[in-house]
Nanobody
Framework: QVQVVESGGGLVQPGGSLTLSCAAS????????MGWYRQAPGTERELVAV???????KYENSVKGRFTISRDNTKNTVYLQMNSLEPEDTAVYYC???????????????????WGQGTQVTVSS
């Protein structure tokens, strides 16, 4: 009813840049919060950045000044621009969509929270 697809991960050298995208499709009326999380092997999933429906942003301390989160509400898409990447940024990155207001196949409206499938980001020389 709501599909969430991430793209943009890959292998990059230290100091390089990548942009992740996360697009939601379906009959969607609005999305409240949108965010990015990451999980490295053997660690808990952690918040990287979030953006509210009003455009307010919050970042994990280690990515401040290097990463930028943005959203395009006309495309139901959230982006994460990552610059000056470090080996410590290596992880699987997941997008998170909170309070997605949508119409289901049966014609009724619903609220739901969704995760993307995850995309690998590897920073290595």
């Amino acid at each position: 009813q709501v599909q969430v697809v991430e793209s943009g991960g890959g292998l990059v050298q230290p100091g390089g840049s990548l942009t992740l995208s996360c697009a939601a499709s379906g009959v969607i009326f609005s999305i409240n919060g949108m965010g990015w999380y990451r999980q490295a092997p053997g660690t808990e999933r952690e918040l990287v950045a979030v953006i509210t429906s009003g455009g307010s942003t919050k970042y994990e301390n280690s990515v401040k000044g290097r990463f930028t989160i943005s959203r395009d509400n006309t495309k139901n898409t959230v982006y994460l621009q990552m610059n000056s990447l470090e080996p410590e940024d290596t992880a699987v990155y997941y997008c998170r969509l909170d309070q997605v207001y949508y119409r289901g196949y049966e014609g009724r409206t619903h609220f739901g929270d969704y995760w993307g499938q995850g995309t690998q980001v590897t920073v290595s020389s």
